[in-house]
């Protein structure tokens, strides 16, 4: 009788371990699927994004900030682009020196004076050509002439600027206004005089007056 109470007593201390042996490989399995479970139910669940959009279409919602600052890092190629197509985009600024046509005219009809004396011309016609010399000369300075930069031609024969005047910028194209040789050249085809002497005087004094009253200003514009 005790010995069978032992022998009772055996089976019952290592019935565990038969049962671990015996049912080992589905403890292991229920203990995964179990991991799996609480792994997934404390983890944080992934965010979802709350608005709606379309590719192609305006954003509809407020403007989305950033918690944090962060870099956006492009290459050098990248950079160099960037900075040609900005600088490419980027007007060309002139300014308009309104006291530039006073200072023309005071030295054009002194020098025209002398010249017209020095000549012989006949001093009765002197102020009637003097007057329309000038008023040439105001209808000139008063469309503009422009300093072209070669670097803004770019290949081109004109080119958009932007012209300030009194701290008012408004944007032109070089096309819209005089440079020296067209205004020049203006002057050849309007000026007219019954003598070719005076026609001669004025525009060799006017091609030595005439400055542009527009010119690149390149601290504003960089």
Do not use: C
């Amino acid at each position: 009788m005790n010995q069978s109470n032992i022998i009772l007593a055996k089976i019952k201390k290592n019935s565990h371990r038969v049962l671990y042996r015996k049912y080992s490989s589905n403890i292991k399995y229920v203990m995964m699927v179990l991991s799996v479970f609480i792994i997934t139910a404390f983890l944080p669940k992934q965010p979802r994004f709350r608005y709606e959009f379309e590719k192609g279409e305006i954003w509809k919602n407020k403007d989305l900030v950033s918690p944090f600052s962060f870099a956006i890092l492009k290459t050098s190629t990248q950079i160099d682009l960037d900075r040609k197509e900005a600088l490419d985009n980027i007007l060309p600024i002139y300014t308009l020196n309104t006291d530039l046509l006073r200072e023309v005219e005071e030295a054009y009809s002194g020098e025209f004076d002398v010249k017209w004396h020095a000549s012989g011309l006949a001093d009765n016609e002197k102020e009637a050509y003097k007057t329309a010399s000038v008023n040439l000369l105001h209808t000139v300075y008063t469309k503009g002439i422009i300093a072209l930069n070669v670097k803004q031609l770019k290949g081109n024969k004109n080119y958009d600027f932007s012209l300030v005047q009194n701290n008012v910028s408004k944007i032109m194209n070089s096309a819209d206004v005089f440079t020296v040789q067209s205004a020049l050249e203006y002057y050849k085809n309007t000026f007219t005089s019954v003598s070719l002497k005076v026609k001669d005087l004025v525009l060799t004094l006017i091609e030595d007056h005439l400055r542009a009253n527009i010119v690149f200003d390149e601290k504003m514009t960089l």
